[in-house]
T-cell receptor
Framework: DADVTQTPRNRITKTGKRIMLECSQTKGHDRMYWYRQDPGLGLRLIYY???????NKGEISDGYSVSRQAQAKFSLSLESAIPNQTALYFC?????????????FGQGTRLTVV | EDQVTQSPEALRLQEGESSSLNCSYT??????LFWYRQDPGKGPEFLFT???AGEEKEKERLKATLTKKESFLHITAPKPEDSATYLC??????????????FGQGTILTVHP
């Protein structure tokens, strides 16, 4: 089983709909992240959480919200999806000790908003 | 603002033709520089972490090096299975960005047999 699991893997939704992407991890890491990837733009940080009570906005948080339900679970919501949110979304985790630990990524969720 | 820039955007090599990928970074007090490999439709896979200028790390045909302004990923005698997108990321030592990774746009490497 994957250490970082994202569901769903693929989703097509209509403009204006609310959608939630879920992420769970078995690595025991405190830190969790949501990134989106667009062709030519690399990975951009949406939100990050250093523990259950600590949630922070990344560089492109507008139109998104998150919930850290437990140490192992971090979900991303699009309250009212729009077509330019069509992208590949990745959840990642890292170990909080030391401050420079590598991040481990899930397999991604391909979201299409029509 | 932290920035990471990778070049070239795409690189096409013949099998066995060695080359290097570049990652330039502007990060306030670099804490770590990371290299990842990403295959189509999959999540990035961790390759290396570099912490200080002069450090080098190797894994099979790949060697990563770090200076005060940039990092290189050297690929020696590449094979077709090395074809992938290679991503570079950096994290600062402190401040409000502590613990966050800033990624470059990636270099798409294609190795022809």
């Amino acid at each position: 089983d994957a250490d970082v699991t994202q569901t769903p893997r693929n989703r097509i939704t209509k403009t204006g709909k609310r959608i939630m992407l879920e992420c769970s991890q078995t690595k025991g890491h405190d830190r969790m992240y949501w990134y989106r990837q667009d062709p030519g733009l690399g990975l951009r940080l949406i939100y990050y959480s250093f523990d259950v009570k600590d949630i922070n906005k990344g560089e492109i948080s507008d139109g998104y919200s998150v919930s850290r339900q437990a140490q192992a679970k971090f979900s991303l919501s699009l309250e009212s999806a729009i077509p330019n949110q069509t992208a590949l979304y990745f959840c990642a985790t890292s170990d909080g000790t030391g401050g420079a630990a590598e991040a481990f990524f899930g397999q991604g969720t391909r979201l299409t908003v029509v | 603002e932290d920035q990471v820039t990778q070049s070239p955007e795409a690189l096409r090599l013949q099998e066995g033709e060695s080359s290097s990928l570049n990652c330039s970074y502007t990060v306030s007090g670099l804490r770590g520089l990371f290299w990842y490999r990403q295959d189509p439709g999959k999540g990035p896979e961790f390759l290396f972490t570099l912490y200080s200028a002069g450090e080098e790390k190797e894994k099979e045909r790949l060697k990563a090096t770090l200076t005060k302004k940039e990092s290189f990923l050297h690929i020696t005698a590449p094979k077709p299975e090395d074809s992938a997108t290679y991503l570079c990321a950096a994290t600062p030592a402190g401040g409000t960005s502590y613990g966050k990774l800033t990624f470059g746009q990636g270099t798409i490497l294609t190795v022809h047999p």
